[in-house]
T-cell receptor
Framework: DAKTTQPPSMDCAEGRAANLPCNHS???????VYWYRQIHSQGPQYIIH???NNETNEMASLIITEDRKSSTLILPHATLRDTAVYYC????????????FGGGTRLMVKP | DAGVTQSPTHLIKTRGQQVTLRCSPK?????VSWYQQALGQGPQFIFQ???????QRGNFPDRFSGHQYPNYSSELNVNALLLGDSALYLC???????????FGPGTRLLVL
């Protein structure tokens, strides 16, 4: 699976949009971009995933560049409860896939 | 609909002992993966079970073994515990589309 690069930490003001970048320049054509987050001492929580089109759900939006070498996770109105470590993962989706977690981005939402 | 559940939530063992951790997947899911998360690091893949067989394995020694039952629940066994095995052990399950893995709350193991 391709490797990802994320900034180690970011701050965001409560109520503002949080834009978390991820670089995955070696991504291959059959690999998806996944985002998970982990609130302190809890299990990772699935947020969203996509292949090449932008995706949106009730939690967030995922913007993937046309060349698929980078992506941005957008939390439109960050709250204090969004403070967590956010992991960007590139993985093939098939019966035997495993998720390779990097260091992630520690997002701190401040009042 | 219950999500992924794990037991116990916390566990303290001493070096050399053996431990068994349990996982019940989300309803309708047939694939279970196990991850180890050391303090301050991201989760590391241990292995995955499907149709009661280990399908894929990460870079972990044979002291780590597992089992999956016909009802899709799973166990993670660790023998000859080392201090370095202290970690949060996470179980994740996935279903028919295999696109998304859902994680349980984890079992925190402390080896003294």
């Amino acid at each position: 699976d391709a490797k990802t690069t994320q900034p180690p930490s970011m701050d965001c003001a409560e109520g503002r949009a949080a834009n978390l970048p991820c670089n995955h320049s070696t991504i291959s054509g059959n690999e998806y971009v996944y985002w998970y987050r982990q609130i302190h001492s809890q299990g990772p929580q699935y947020i969203i995933h996509g292949l090449k089109n932008n995706e949106t759900n009730e939690m967030a939006s995922l913007i993937i560049t046309e060349d698929r070498k980078s992506s941005t996770l957008i939390l439109p109105h960050a709250t204090l409860r969004d403070t967590a470590v956010y992991y960007c993962i590139v993985s093939r989706t098939y019966a035997g896939n495993m998720l390779t977690f990097g260091g992630g981005t520690r997002l701190m939402v401040k009042p | 609909d219950a999500g992924v559940t794990q037991s116990p939530t916390h566990l303290i063992k001493t070096r050399g002992q053996q431990v068994t951790l349990r996982c019940s997947p989300k309803s309708g899911h047939d694939t279970v993966s196990w991850y180890q998360q050391a303090l301050g690091q991201g989760p590391q893949f241990i292995f995955q079970y499907y149709e009661e067989e280990e399908r894929q394995r990460g870079n972990f020694p044979d002291r780590f073994s597992g089992h999956q039952y016909p009802n899709y629940s799973s166990e993670l066994n660790v023998n000859a515990l080392l201090l370095g095995d202290s970690a949060l052990y996470l179980c994740a399950s996935s279903g028919d589309n295999k696109e998304t893995q859902y994680f349980g709350p984890g079992t925190r193991l402390l080896v003294l």
